[in-house]
């Protein structure tokens, strides 16, 4: 009876070490299926991350070996050239330059107390219910109507009030100009900024603003010591996102701002940006005329890596501000 009861112990033992070492087994094939998975997700997003980058560096080489003509001919004085005559072949693209940066500024200064109010709005005051959700809808709406709608809207309407307010100042009135380019980018761009800002102050932590109301704190104390410091770096984010949408706008800007080749000596004067002359010209040029045009699309190439750096330092320093006035 004892000898039954060992070989029985005995082979209650051998089938327990079986069983470990089918889960053992079983444990390191699903580890190993794991790590599988896990190096191919990681392979893919690598990959993806080095398309981009192929891809910026092709566009760079692609502009950069088109305009090697212009850039032999003109060299950096192309960047202060106030010249553009294609029947001379002397070409410069300060003019240009200058009309998108104008432009391109004067519409983020109109542009940000429209957004950040409307990101409060519908963020803070009005976040449920029918009439957020229209205005939600009519904000998404705004950001996808295509450009030359917006160009023949501010033919007909913005460009006739410009005209009476440059009648009244005693000005040219041109009706066309800096001003009305502007103010249409303003118009383009306010749903994109205010879209992201809302979204920010929306992930505003419930459990800041309660500590504040519980404090004694009023909406607006709240608004302004709690949402907006919290929120600040998420609110310049889509403001510059706006701003690289305002600085390559091609076709209402070029509806609407005159397409002048000079200098402008006002916010009234008839201009040209980098992208209009670009989409001007383009289809008729030829030999240098053409490597000149392609230059400018590197010298606004340029320009909107610079904004899109300068930006991405001030979004990290103020979101370090706003951290420890939060804290």
């Not at 519980?214 to 709240?222: D, I, M, Q």
């Not at 040029?285 to 610079?306: E, N, P």
């Amino acid at each position: 009876m004892v000898i039954e009861m060992d070989d029985a112990c005995t082979i209650k033992r051998i089938v327990v070490k079986q069983a470990n070492r089918n889960v053992q087994t079983k444990g390191i094939s699903m580890k190993s299926t794991v790590d599988k998975s896990e190096r191919r997700f990681n392979n893919i997003l690598l990959l993806s991350a080095l398309f981009i980058v192929v891809l910026l560096l092709a566009i760079l080489l692609t502009l950069l070996v088109a305009s090697v003509p212009a850039i032999k001919t003109f060299g950096i004085t192309f960047f202060w050239g106030t010249t553009w005559d294609v029947a001379g072949e002397k070409f410069g693209a300060l003019p240009f330059l200058l009309g998108t940066l104008i432009t391109s500024f004067i519409a983020i200064f109109i542009c940000i107390p429209f957004s950040i109010s409307i990101s409060i709005f519908l963020g803070e005051y009005f976040k449920e219910g029918a009439f957020p959700a229209f205005l939600r809808s009519s904000i998404e709406v705004l950001a996808g109507i295509p450009s030359v709608i917006y160009g023949l809207w501010g033919l007909f309407l913005l460009m006739p009030i410009v005209r009476f307010i440059e009648m009244q100042l005693g000005v040219t009135p041109h009706g066309v100009g800096i001003l009305t380019a502007a103010l249409i980018l303003a118009i383009m761009i306010i749903p994109f900024s205010a879209s992201i800002g809302r979204d920010v102050v929306t992930l505003v932590p419930a459990d800041l603003k309660e500590a504040a109301y519980s404090l004694g704190a009023t909406r607006f104390e709240v608004i302004k010591n709690i949402i907006i410091p919290y929120a600040r770096s998420g609110i310049i984010a889509g403001i510059l996102l706006s701003l690289g949408r305002a600085i390559g706008e091609t076709m209402a800007v070029t509806m609407l701002i005159g397409n002048s080749n000079f200098i402008p000596t006002s916010i009234f004067s008839p201009s040209n940006t980098m992208a209009s002359v670009i989409a001007n010209e383009f289809a008729e040029a030829t030999g240098i005329t053409a490597a000149s045009l392609i230059y400018v699309g590197l010298v606004l190439f340029f320009v909107t890596t610079i904004v899109n750096v300068i930006g991405n330092y001030v979004i990290r320093k103020v979101a370090l501000e706003a951290s420890k006035e939060v804290t």
